[in-house]
């Protein structure tokens, strides 16, 4: 069982990439000591481990947020994306151990059936612990604290476009899936062009199920197309 502590941190953590929580959401300090049974010392610790994971934001005399969520960091999102990721994969072919590629292949096991299921908020965690793990066989203290933060957004947008049940979504998550079963048969015979051609093959994928699902104010048309045609040159740097 999980003491009151552990139980805040995991709570937050996916209220927050479920959208539960909504970005910019300020937390109230009292209310989750009083219901989580803890002093107000290791709701703050929590606070400041979440805030040096990248899921909220401490500021003086304004408490804690959960991290915002707007065009400017969407747009550097969609920026950078593509070339973490790609520059994860590369190093996990190499660096990964097989204890975590035996966690990758039980990750990818309850995502597939999560597809299956429509469980959205399992779909979020598995996909998010899936590249976490690749963070992991990477084993570069640069670049990891870099994709966890980009798994916090990407998290809290593909929660959007897991939930619709339709056969065109159904196929894309299909495909999702799929793309994760040829990560891992890619990664386990050491083969980095393969997957690096994934990365960028799934990337495309979740970006336009994005484009399809989120399309904020002040992210029109016009700024996607400004987005996709910066992939579109790194893809062929």
Known sequence: MKNGKTALYDDLK?????????????????GLSERYGLSRTPVREVFRRLA???????????????IAMNYATLRNFFL???????????????????????????????????TQSGDALAMVLENNRFHEIMGEMAGNQYLEPSLGRLLIDHGRIGHTFYRPRDPEMERRLDLSADHHDAFIEAIERHDEDAVVELVFEHWELSRSNMEMFIAPQGLGADGLGDIARSLKTLKGA
């Open 14 to 30: 996916r209220q927050i990439l479920t959208m539960e929580l909504s970005p910019d959401e300020v937390l109230d300090e009292v």
């Open 80 to 114: 950078v994306a593509p070339m973490i990721y790609a520059a994860i994969a590369r190093l996990a072919v190499h660096n990964f151990k097989p204890a975590q590629l035996e966690d990758l292949k039980q990750t990818q096991v309850r995502f597939r059936q999560a």
């Open 52 to 66: 040096g994971e990248g899921y909220i934001d401490i500021q003086e005399n304004r408490g804690a947020r959960v």
